[in-house]
Nanobody, 122 residues
């Protein structure tokens, strides 16, 4: 059974940084893409960043480029999202997800974590 467990969310002031972690277990994730998504109240879940587990190639939403960095630690089976220069518009629940193949559309991701709240105060 696949488990994705996020951690690292919290309250931070505008301009600050947070690092989210996603501990993955339950299968071999080669040939999988790991994604970070977020959802603010009343909005649709949106793509933030993703990384290919085997090759390490990455993709980012425009809002994340230059501020966020996705990475993974194969030895720890953990995916990270380093978030810098945070602003109040980044406030949301952040989810880790996994899918076979590649893509950025959240409905194509099969496995999801429980989410972690990120709140950025102005």
């Amino acid at each position: 059974q696949v488990q994705l467990v996020e951690s690292g969310g919290g309250l931070v002031q505008a301009g600050g940084s947070l690092r989210l972690s996603c501990a993955a277990s339950g299968r071999t994730f080669s040939y999988y893409t790991m994604g970070w998504f977020r959802q603010a109240p009343g909005t649709e879940r949106e793509f933030v960043a993703c990384i290919d587990w085997s090759g390490g190639s990455t993709a980012y939403a425009e809002s994340a480029k230059g501020r966020f960095t996705i990475s993974l630690d194969n030895a720890k089976n953990t995916v990270y999202l380093q978030m810098n220069s945070l602003n109040p518009e980044d406030t949301a629940v952040y989810y880790c997800a996994a899918r076979r193949g590649s893509g950025t559309y959240y409905r194509h991701y099969d496995d999801w974590g429980q989410g972690t709240q990120v709140t950025v105060s102005s």
